[in-house]
C-alpha cells in the first residue's frame, strides 16, 4: 500500500515555483498583447473592438479590454483615441464600481494623449461628464465627483506639465460661477481634491477659495465639508490662508452644532494658522466606537467616513497590539459592507498600512476574510 502511493505520488506534477509562475504570467500578458494588436491593426479594428466591448457582459473582459486600451492609448493616434474615448465615457455610469473605476482612468489617460493637439477635447469630455447625466438619477450623479477625480489624477500624473495646464485651465472655468445646482458644485470640489494648490496659478486659486468661501457658511453639511476637507489639505501643503477665511475661522461658531468630521477638519486649521493650541482635545477623547459605528451606517456621508478614518489613524498611531487589530478589523469590515467607493479605496489602503503591526496569525485571519469577501463580491 506504501509503495503505490509512494509510486502515485512521485508520478504527481510538481508546483510551479515563484519565478515560473511570473514567468507563465507574463508570457500570458505579451500573448494577450500581441493578439490585441493584430485586432487594432486591422482595417476598421478600433470600430469592431469598441462593438465587441459595446456588447460584452462579462465585467471580467470589460476591465481586460480597459486595461489593453489604456494601456496602448499612446500607440494611437488621435482620432481613434477619440473613438475609444466617447466609448468608453458611457461606462463611467457603469452598475459595476469596479468597471466605473477603471474607466475613469482610461477617460483620462486618453485625455493626456488628445489634450497635446486638441484642447477642446477636454473641455467637451468635462463638460460632458458634468451636465450629460441630466437624466441619470441622483445615485448615479454622485459618481460623477469620484469620476471626475479619478480622470484629474490620471491627467496630472500622466501628461507633461504644459498639459496639465491647460486641463486645469478649462476644468478651473467651471468655479467662476457658483450658481450650479448643489450636486454639481459637490462634484466639482472632488475632481480637484488629488491636485496640489501649487499646480494651480494665483488667480485660479482666487476662483476657488471665492467658490468655496460661498459654501463654507452655507446649510449644506456634504459643501461645507469638502470645502473645509481641501483647506486642511491645501494648508498640510504648505499653503497660505487667505486673511478672510482666516477672519471666518476665528468666529466659527460652536462645536456642538457640527458633526464630529467637520469639527475636526476646523480644528486641526485653526491650529495650522495658529489660532489655537488646543482645539484637538474635543476628539482625542472621542468614544472610537461611536467612530466604528458612524462609518458602517449606509446613509452616512462618505466625507464623513473618509473623515473619521483620518481620526482613527492617528487615533490607533502606535496603540499596542490588541488595538491594531481592533482597528484593522473595523477597515475590514467597511471593505466588506461599503459600496460608497472612496471609503473603499481609503480603507483599503489604511488596512494595507497597519498589516505590517499584525501578528502573523492576525494577517491570516485578515487575508481569509478578503478573500471571502472577494468570491461574495461581483466586482
Given at each position: 500500500m506504501t509503495i503505490e502511493k509512494r509510486r502515485n505520488d512521485s508520478l504527481a506534477p510538481e508546483l510551479m515555483g515563484d519565478h515560473e509562475i511570473a514567468r507563465n504570467f507574463r508570457a500570458l500578458r505579451l500573448s494577450a498583447s500581441q493578439r490585441f494588436l493584430r485586432e487594432l491593426n486591422q482595417e476598421k479594428g478600433i470600430l469592431a473592438l469598441m462593438e465587441q466591448l459595446q456588447a460584452e457582459t462579462d465585467w471580467r473582459e470589460i476591465r481586460a479590454h480597459l486595461t489593453m486600451l489604456k494601456?496602448?492609448?499612446r500607440s494611437l493616434n488621435i482620432e481613434e483615441n477619440k473613438v475609444i474615448l466617447y466609448q468608453v465615457f458611457s461606462m463611467l455610469f457603469d452598475d459595476n464600481g469596479a468597471i466605473r473605476r477603471q474607466a475613469a482612468q482610461a477617460v483620462g489617460e486618453l485625455l493626456s494623449v488628445c489634450i497635446r493637439e486638441e484642447e477642446a477635447i477636454c473641455k467637451e469630455m468635462i463638460h460632458?461628464?458634468?451636465?450629460?447625466?441630466?437624466k441619470k438619477t441622483e445615485r448615479k450623479k454622485r459618481w460623477i465627483g469620484s469620476d471626475l477625480r479619478l480622470v484629474m489624477r490620471t491627467v496630472s500624473r500622466r501628461t507633461k506639465e504644459e498639459n496639465c495646464r491647460r486641463m486645469l485651465s478649462v476644468y478651473c472655468s467651471y468655479f467662476k460661477s457658483a450658481l450650479w445646482d448643489e450636486l454639481t458644485c459637490l462634484n466639482l470640489l472632488e475632481g480637484i481634491m488629488d491636485i496640489s494648490w501649487k499646480s494651480w496659478t494665483v488667480m485660479e486659486r482666487g476662483y476657488i477659495c471665492d467658490f468655496m468661501r460661498a459654501f463654507m457658511k452655507g446649510e449644506n453639511e456634504e459643501l461645507r465639508i469638502m470645502c473645509f476637507w481641501i483647506l486642511d489639505r491645501w494648508l498640510s501643503q504648505g499653503?497660505?490662508?487667505?486673511?478672510?477665511?482666516r477672519t471666518y475661522l476665528e468666529g466659527v461658531g460652536t462645536w456642538e452644532d457640527r458633526r464630529i468630521a467637520e469639527q475636526y477638519l476646523i480644528s486641526r486649521i485653526r491650529q495650522v494658522i495658529g489660532l489655537t493650541e488646543d482645539d484637538r482635545t474635543f476628539w482625542q477623547d472621542y468614544d472610537y466606537n461611536d467612530l466604528f459605528q458612524e462609518n458602517?451606517?449606509?446613509?452616512?456621508l462618505w466625507l464623513d467616513k473618509i473623515t473619521n478614518l483620518d481620526i482613527l489613524k492617528e487615533r490607533f498611531k502606535g496603540c499596542e497590539e490588541k488595538e491594531q487589530f481592533i482597528y484593522a478589523v473595523h477597515l475590514l469590515n467597511m471593505l466588506r459592507l461599503n459600496s460608497q467607493q472612496?471609503?473603499?479605496?481609503?480603507a483599503g489602503e489604511d488596512l494595507v498600512e497597519i498589516m505590517p503591526y499584525l501578528h502573523s496569525h492576525q494577517k491570516l485571519e485578515i487575508i481569509q476574510e478578503i478573500l471571502k469577501a472577494i468570491e461574495l463580491r461581483d466586482d
Open positions: 494601456e496602448y492609448s460632458r461628464i458634468l451636465f450629460l447625466s441630466g499653503w497660505h490662508c487667505p486673511d478672510d477665511i458602517l451606517r449606509s446613509q452616512h472612496e471609503v473603499f479605496w481609503r
